[in-house]
Every structure is written in C-alpha cells, then in structure tokens.
C-alpha cells in the first residue's frame, strides 16, 4: 500500500520554528519529486516547496529564505524546516510525490498525497 505520512504540525508562536516530516512507504522513493503544499481555510490549495530526485529545490516566493525542504531516501523522508513563521502561514500542510518536478511545480497534482498535517500560528 503506498502511503505518505506527514507529521510535525502544531501550534507555535510568530517568529517560532516547526519541522515537518513527510515519511513515503509502498513506492521507490527516490524515484519521486516530493512537494509540500499547503491549503489555509476558505482558500485553494497551493505549493510550497519541492525537491527533486536530485536535490534541486522549488520555494514559493512567499516562503523563501524562511522555509527549508530537505530529503533524506535512506529514510524515505523530506522535511521543510520552517522558520520565521507567520501567521499567514496557517493552512493545512500536504506532501505529494511526482515522477516529474515539473509537474508538481507547474500543475500541482502529484500522483501521491498525504493526509496532512495542520500547521498554526498565532501572532
């Protein structure tokens, strides 16, 4: 059964850290791009940060020099290590995994997806 698993959320303050991890099973995962998305309340869902099978990275402008995605395949994780945090930042935390970094940064769909991880932070 392949599965994503995302962990790592929680409450923190403005200006606090969070590390999430995305942990994949059931797929060879160093064959994946893997993408963090993100969905706040009431908005649609966007893309974040992905990495590649050869480490090159995406960041959205509005998490960049804040936020760091990391893979590590001995583990079948990536982490985004999130600093400075906003409260606009608040959303629901998703990974996805894509044959094609393309695909994840241009289109956004991802052939696998987590259940997500909820992600608060208060000012």
């Known amino acids: 059964e392949v599965q994503l698993v995302e962990s790592g959320g929680g409450l923190v303050q403005a200006g606090g850290s969070l590390r999430l991890s995305c942990v994949g099973s059931g797929f060879t995962f160093d064959e994946f791009a893997i993408g963090w998305f993100r969905q706040a309340f009431g908005k649609e869902r966007e893309l974040v940060s992905c990495i590649n099978i050869d480490g090159s990275k995406y960041y959205s402008d509005s998490v960049k020099g804040r936020f760091t995605v990391s893979r590590d395949n001995a583990k079948n994780t990536v982490y985004l290590q999130m600093n400075s945090l906003k409260p606009e930042d608040t959303a629901v935390y998703y990974c996805?995994?894509?044959?094609?970094?393309?695909?994840?940064?241009?289109?956004?769909?991802?052939?696998?997806w987590g259940r997500g991880t909820q992600v608060t932070v208060s000012a």
């Open positions: 996805a995994a894509h044959r094609s970094f393309r695909t994840l940064i241009f289109v956004g769909s991802g052939d696998y």
